[in-house]
């Protein structure tokens, strides 16, 4: 497939700014490291529950996206069906808007399961649509400038996201009454959705020359990179104990205000900080693996989430909790460009969206056993000991990735 013109790859990134300002904005008031788990618990869902919600969530994401990965192979008209799934997250944000604003749910027990079955179909939702998103921007982008592409976008995603963020807090420190509060902010995320999916419309993508594939083919291409690609390999071990940053996601937020009793109103603040500190790493990280391969701007990510740890062991007081969460945004702004563009660099002119597919579905299962084994300790209320875990599993993953994983992207970048 040639590459797509310079020229529409720009008028591209603009379009991609707005749709990632709009979705930043939007998801600041439905955050699964903030938002979530403290919504939840005061609902009154048990706290391993509300912990566990950013790992639930990346679970759920994992399982829908190798049948989608299959049924989508020989989709052509991409921008068509990237529109068409985006329709159903819209769907999911409306009911949870509808329902936590304008019905008297709270007076139901059950309040707190209705909303986690909205949650389940929201991340389904989210799995749906990855995959397919993916293979969407790798055809309306130029690969010498994908890095920049991603970066830049999410960093407008974090600014969509800052002001989100201080749109939140201001709502939560009027005088409205839970949980309708938290339901307006749903009712923004869905009008932002809206918006960002709108946007799409306007993109241009490089010619269709995919050839068909059958399901025979697309499963002998699944077998071999299962088994025949080793770097590959390599650095989905390293994944495994970065696995161990989605109980903490959850974690951060409820073990701090058990501990100094914060007022709820501050995951406004938290998600400023969060955002600010994503914004700047994600160009930053962006711009650092074009220029010296994504796995560089990858342990940015690793490192900065095991900083976030080490700041949860010892936090005094709320200034190390800011903190936490600054920490945090830098891992997931150094995270996201760098995974999008190992991806690509990993499958070079294979299927992007089955490799997409085959590294959250291959990382599901370790997930699920962190969620088993963080939340049992937190059950015990061993929140240090749950701490120290996910440290050393992070610096087992920062050593992995260092020494024994090649950047797929090297011999792109010296040649």
């Known amino acids: 497939m040639s590459d797509l013109k310079i020229t529409h790859h720009y008028q591209n990134q603009k379009f991609n700014n707005i749709h990632e300002f709009f979705w930043g904005f939007g998801s600041s008031f439905h955050t699964v490291y903030a938002v979530v788990p403290l919504f939840l618990k005061e609902l009154g869902a048990p706290e391993v529950i509300a912990t566990s919600s950013a790992g639930i969530f990346s679970i759920i994401i994992a399982l829908p996206m190798l049948i989608i990965a299959a049924l989508t192979r020989n989709i052509t008209n991409t921008k068509r069906l990237v529109i068409s799934v ?232 709320m200034f190390i909790v800011n903190c936490i969460f600054i920490f945090i945004g830098a891992g997931q702004g150094a995270f996201m460009p760098s995974a999008m563009n190992l991806i690509y660099d990993f499958a070079k002119d294979k299927d992007k969206k089955t490799y997409m597919a085959l590294i959250d579905s291959f990382l599901a299962p370790f997930a699920i056993l962190f969620l088993l084994g963080i939340g049992f300790l937190i059950n015990k209320g061993q929140f240090i000991l749950s701490f120290y875990v996910i440290g050393a599993c992070l610096f087992i993953s920062i050593v992995l990735l260092l020494f024994f994983v090649k950047d797929p992207g090297y011999n792109k970048l010296h040649i």
């Open 86 to 317: 985006h329709c159903i997250i819209l769907f999911v944000a409306f009911i949870m808007g509808y329902v936590f604003t304008f019905s008297d749910i709270i007076k139901n027990p059950n309040a707190w399961k209705i909303y986690f079955t909205l949650f389940i179909a929201y991340a389904l939702a989210i799995g749906i649509i990855i995959p397919i998103w993916a293979d969407f921007l790798e055809k309306t982008t130029n690969k010498s400038l994908r890095g920049k592409f991603f970066g830049v976008g999410f960093a407008f995603n974090s600014i969509g996201a800052l002001t989100g963020g201080i749109a939140l807090k201001n709502i939560l420190e009027k005088n409205i009454q839970f949980p309708r509060n938290f339901g307006i902010g749903f009712i923004i995320l869905f009008f932002s959705l809206a918006i960002g999916t709108f946007v799409f419309y306007f993109y241009k993508e490089k010619g269709n020359e995919i050839k068909k594939k059958s399901l025979t083919a697309f499963k002998k291409e699944i077998k071999e990179v299962i088994l025949k690609r080793t770097n590959f390999h390599r650095y989905l071990f390293s994944r495994i104990f970065y696995c161990a940053t989605l109980p903490a996601m959850g974690l951060y937020a409820v073990y701090c205000q058990n501990k100094f009793n914060f007022n709820i109103s501050e995951v406004g603040l938290f998600t400023i900080l969060n955002v600010i500190s994503m914004g700047v790493f994600s160009y930053a990280s962006g711009h650092l693996g074009d220029k010296y391969g994504h796995k560089t701007s990858m342990l940015l990510a690793y490192l900065f989430h095991f900083l976030a740890v080490v700041s949860a062991l010892f936090s005094k007081n």
